[in-house]
């Protein structure tokens, strides 16, 4: 079974200032691992996905995820933030080899604000 | 394009009642499921259906039964509400279970209050 720790339940940035999310999972098996927004009142949106190849992920709307094997993480990155970032992110893991892709697995939410 | 649709948006039950949340895609997925958001806790996975006919469990199934009739529409039953059951409930479709670049598209929840 797979499970998803991201380690802060809060993260409060200036505009403009860099940001990282951290995540952390824990799996037997080879994963996929996704990061999805939710913006106030909505459902969840994807931001970014690993599944294979090039570590470094990019996403939309500038932001980027590093996926570590060796450290188990997939830390989520924007080099500058706006006050439109400010949302709920997952991080989420899946099973690659023995079920379903989509089965995910979610963390707990980091909630991200920006202040002017 | 409509998306994933969920009906209703907000919802009050007492203890005991039974309600279904209604949930309804127009994408062709093959892949439906239901998640209940909790504060610090993540979304958890409560039923999932990998085509018409076929359901089975997720994390957290207890107290709910689904059915999947057509291809369009996935209803999640609570047949006896509990406190416990007080949560957001998304229900989320995808193109196929088994591709991981076929992303998840969710719908905007249901907020379920049970009293």
């Known amino acids: 079974a797979q499970s998803v720790t991201q380690l802060d339940s809060q993260v409060p940035v200036f505009e403009e200032a860099p940001v990282e999310l951290r995540c952390n999972y824990s799996?037997?098996?080879?994963?996929?691992l996704f990061w999805y927004v939710q913006y106030p009142n909505q459902g969840l949106q994807l931001l970014l996905k690993y599944l294979s190849g090039s570590t470094l992920v990019k996403g939309i709307n500038g932001f980027e995820a590093e996926f570590n094997k060796s450290q188990t993480s997939f830390h989520l990155r924007k080099p500058s933030v706006h006050i439109s970032d400010t949302a709920e992110y997952f991080c989420?893991?899946?099973?690659?080899?023995?079920?379903?892709?989509?089965?995910?697995?979610f963390g707990q939410g980091t909630r991200l604000t920006i202040n002017p | 394009n409509a998306g994933v649709t969920q009906t209703p948006k907000f919802q009050v039950l007492k203890t005991g009642q039974s309600m279904t949340l209604q949930c309804a895609q127009d994408?062709?997925?093959?892949?439906m499921s239901w998640y209940r958001q909790d504060p610090g806790m993540g979304l958890r996975l409560i039923h999932y259906s990998v085509g018409a006919g076929i359901t089975d469990q997720g994390e957290v199934p207890n107290g709910y039964n689904v059915s999947r009739s057509t291809t369009e529409d996935f209803p999640l039953r609570l047949l006896s509400a509990a406190p416990s059951q007080t949560s957001v409930y998304f229900c989320?479709?995808?193109?196929?279970?088994?591709?991981?670049?076929?992303?998840?598209?969710f719908g905007n929840g249901t907020r379920l209050t049970v009293t």
């Open positions: 994408m062709n997925h093959e892949y």
């Open positions: 799996s037997s098996v080879s994963v996929y």
């Open positions: 989420a893991v899946s099973d690659s080899v023995n079920q379903g892709a989509q089965k995910l697995v």
């Open positions: 989320a479709s995808s193109y196929s279970y088994y591709r991981g670049n076929s992303p998840l598209h």
